[in-house]
């Protein structure tokens, strides 16, 4: 039998991908039309910390995908763990009281590794819609325990909590509110506790003391009785990788104790390493009431993301209706045994396989590089806790002046830094975000910053930029 092929279907299968992708896939966080004209870069393959691009350019991943792929690229034992798991059973529903035995494991494991009192795991498919299940979860509370009045949310300027219908509003990034009518108006901001851009830079005490003002003088402002959680990330992300002084996190947890408020951790891209610990709370030995997980769970191989409860919080849900009574709250991939699978083998490379401890050792080569470039005419300021690190660039070092907009910097920033072989976060103020796998090596992290070196320098050699700098 011959079968025929239309002059249609020949020149639809002639089509490159790149026009493919322009005309009918929407990328997230972009310019539709800028994306048009700009075109995908696709990449084909990826072994430990570097990428290959269908160019067949070698690249070096300083910024683990999207802050996710920490244990590296190309890990066999995680797609042998998902395989296997495929082959037996692929899929469980988590309702009907249904469960597979992989989410049991993870949601045990989860609990043996987090802060004490952390007791209770609902798995989610990302990091977005692990905050919008907190939001849920906390109305919910609220409700049961006979506080409904309490339903305002605080989070920090600066702040990112994922791109959710609810998620957005607390977010505090001007891309993820325009056009979409956010904030809320239960959504509030304080100050970021930003010390480079603080008068109050170096004096590490007065800038968690004029947090915890903030926090209480916004609640005051609210009404007490109003205001459910707090929302934060123990060091920024998408913001800029902000990095509050040591002792910020268990300032806010103690006035949110004293405020009645709940504390939300969200730990997306500070869990599993990245930061040094398992936990970025652990560093100050505090529990969060709630804290959120994606990205490192399962390293970036499957989707997955988690809300981890305290007890307090579960108790009081379970509590506020007769047993009958169902919590109208889930997800068709809630705990899907792939995912649960991955993130079971991905928490032994992080513990039994070293990585967590290769990512601690390599993290003193990390922030030697940090200080090393701080000495480049374009550099203003670099901060960095662990593996999770950024460079700020300035047109003047004394007034910490930024670049104008118009040199649209970022985006020759990221340009230069493709060329020169190295991938890194290009925030549109000008911050470099690195964050970089825990597998590096003491020579992969050496050449991250040399090739960011050198893309500062072949940048300074641009006539525009050379004149901006003061």
């Known amino acids: 039998m011959t079968t025929m092929t239309s002059p249609a279907m020949t020149l639809q299968s002639n089509r490159s991908l790149l026009e493919i992708d322009r005309d009918h896939l929407i990328h997230p966080v972009t310019s539709f039309r800028g994306h048009e004209t700009h075109g995908a870069i696709l990449l084909e393959s990826g072994k430990g910390m570097w990428l290959k691009d269908r160019e067949g350019r070698d690249l070096l991943d300083a910024f683990a995908g999207l802050w996710c792929v920490n244990v590296g690229y190309g890990q066999d034992s995680i797609v042998e763990a998902a395989a296997d798991q495929m082959r037996r059973l692929p899929y469980a529903t988590g309702y009907f009281h249904f469960g597979s035995e992989p989410a049991v494991r993870l949601a045990q494991r989860l609990v043996e590794l987090s802060p004490e009192g952390l007791d209770h795991v609902y798995f989610t498919l990302g990091g977005s819609d692990a905050v919008d299940s ?50 809320l108006r239960w959504q509030h901001h304080i100050p970021s506790p930003y010390p480079y851009r603080s008068e109050l830079e170096g004096d590490d005490a007065a800038i968690i003391a004029r947090s915890v003002q903030q926090l209480r003088d916004k609640v005051a402002e609210l009404g007490a009785d109003n205001v459910a959680a707090f929302f934060c990330e123990p060091i920024q992300g998408s913001g800029g990788v902000i990095v509050p002084p040591v002792g910020w996190l268990k300032a806010m947890r103690a006035a949110c104790t004293e405020l009645d408020i709940l504390l939300v951790a969200d730990e997306v891209i500070t869990a599993f390493g990245r930061t040094g610990p398992m936990f970025a709370c652990e560093a100050e030995g505090m529990t969060p009431d709630l804290m959120t997980l994606a990205k490192g769970l399962t390293a970036g191989y499957v989707p997955m993301g988690a809300v981890l409860m305290s007890d307090k919080v579960y ?30 083998e991905v928490l032994r490379l992080y513990t039994k396989g070293g990585i967590l401890a290769n990512g601690q050792r390599v993290g003193t ?14 550099v203003g300021d670099t901060r960095g806790r662990g593996l999770l690190g950024a460079i700020e660039l300035v047109a003047n070092k004394g007034h910490k002046t930024r670049f104008d907009p118009a040199l649209k910097l970022a985006d020759r920033l990221f340009e230069r830094g493709y060329r020169n072989g190295v991938i890194f976060r290009a925030f549109a103020d000008n911050i470099i975000g690195l964050a970089p796998a825990l597998c590096a090596s003491d020579g992969e992290m050496d050449m991250i910053f040399a090739r960011i070196r050198n893309t500062l320098d072949d940048l300074l050699e641009e006539a525009d930029i050379r004149a901006a700098v003061g």
């Open 134 to 183: 907190a939001i849920r979860y906390i109305t919910h509370y609220y409700n049961a325990i006979g506080k409904p009045a309490k339903k305002q949310c605080i989070a920090l300027e600066r702040g990112y909590h994922g791109s959710s219908t609810t998620g957005a509003g607390l977010t505090a990034l001007a891309n993820f509110h325009r056009g979409f009518d956010l904030p």
């Open 315 to 344: 108790q009081g849900i379970a509590d506020g209706a007769a047993a009958d009574i169902v919590i109208g709250h889930g997800a068709t991939y809630s705990g899907h045994p792939v995912s649960a699978a991955v993130g079971l």
């Open 365 to 378: 080569r990390f922030a030697a590089g940090l200080a090393g470039i701080a000495d480049h005419p374009m």
